[in-house]
Nanobody, 114 residues
Framework: VQLQASGGGLVQAGGSLRLSCATS????????MAWYRQTPGKQRELVAS???????NYADSVKGRFAISRDNAKNTVHLQMNSLKPEDTAVYYC?????????WGQGTQVTVSS
């Protein structure tokens, strides 16, 4: 199983980025998908999730600014991030999970300058 995250980078506050996570080696539609983020010295935190049926969930800190979506035909999950803030700076990780297994991607750095 591979989860390949991309789309991170440096952006000014108020800007936007779109993260993508391409998966392989798994039956994508059998997995719920999520994005987590982590900063040095802190625990990894859930940013957004989307279950196989499409229902989404967001951390309070990103509600109204971020949108998670999945493309079952392309085995890919996206995270559209708008109105970015410096506190959104972190390494973002893609996660696939169900009752049987959990898989992580390698992370992509997002840096928001003030």
């Amino acid at each position: 199983v591979q989860l390949q995250a991309s789309g991170g980078g440096l952006v000014q506050a108020g800007g936007s980025l779109r993260l993508s996570c391409a998966t392989s080696g798994m039956i994508f539609s059998f997995f719920h998908m999520a994005w987590y983020r982590q900063t040095p010295g802190k625990q990894r935190e859930l940013v957004a999730s989307i279950v196989s049926g499409g229902t989404t969930n967001y951390a309070d800190s990103v509600k109204g600014r971020f949108a998670i979506s999945r493309d079952n035909a392309k085995n890919t999950v996206h995270l559209q991030m708008n109105s970015l803030k410096p506190e959104d700076t972190a390494v973002y990780y893609c996660n696939a999970y169900n009752v049987m297994a959990q898989h992580w991607g390698q992370g992509t750095q997002v840096t928001v300058s003030s």
